[in-house]
């Protein structure tokens, strides 16, 4: 079978069962291309051998039968063109945080900084696009999961950054201390109870630790609002991503001038430098 056919079929397969995408691909030829060039190593058009037809088979089988997204059968998801270890423990990376990075947050971030810290950091993925984008910082990664944090060491060992990442378990800034930052990213839970209860299957899958935020989905966010001055640098900025939540946000805090940079998703990052925030809510 020529991969071309292979690709076609596979992704008639998804589309006749209906799945629901948003973990890395957004269309069922996207998922059908992505599960082919990570079993094969390419997509060119070649014949594709009877073994590895049916590892693909087999792959897509279980994508379809039992909704499980494809980078956790992959065990592999790909956030900012770096590729990362996934499995259950953490929710798929998909952060459009990861955007802003590239760019080095020009033009809000007024220097390279020294150190930095994701919050609710998961996999690691955000921690090592950080310290990947600026040579110089040290970052300090932490989650309130045990088991994510064992995921987010495999990606920084992965990419040779033990030296600069440090994970740590916390919630939120409960085990920093008096530790200041120049930069706080973070993607906290942001899913409400309302959209939680409508998820589809596939996001059933991933740790509802990482997803649900309460009524309006900002119970973290609140959180994070509280102590972020406390735990930024003079000049420092926070970046955080809330999903479809900025009129609920500008809401519940119509004195904060919000900056809403674009990304492709608009409306789902907002960044506040340390002056913009209040000393305590």
Known sequence: MKISKLLSETARRFARAGLH????????????????????GYLLEE??????QKT?????????????????LLKEAWLGGKSFYIDKRVIVPRSYIAELLRDRLEPWLAREPKRALDLCTGSGCLAVLLALEFPGVRVDATDLSAAALQIAKINIRKYRLGKRVRALRSNLFGALG???????????????????????AEYRHEPRLALAAGRDGLDLVRRILARARHHLSPGGLLVCEIGGNRKALERAY????FIWPQVSDAG?????QREQLPLAF
């Open 21 to 40: 995408y948003g973990h890395g691909t957004h269309s069922a030829r996207e998922e059908a291309a992505w599960l082919i060039s990570s079993t094969l």
């Open 47 to 52: 014949e594709v051998t009877l073994k590895d």
């Open 56 to 72: 693909i088979d087999k792959l897509a089988q279980r994508r379809i039968r039992e909704r499980i997204p494809l980078a956790y």
């Open 178 to 200: 008096t530790q200041r930052y120049d930069l706080i990213v973070s993607n906290p839970p942001y899913v409400t109870s309302r959209s939680m209860r409508k998820l589809p």
């Open 254 to 257: 119509p004195k904060l001038e």
């Open 268 to 272: 789902s990052v907002f960044i506040l």
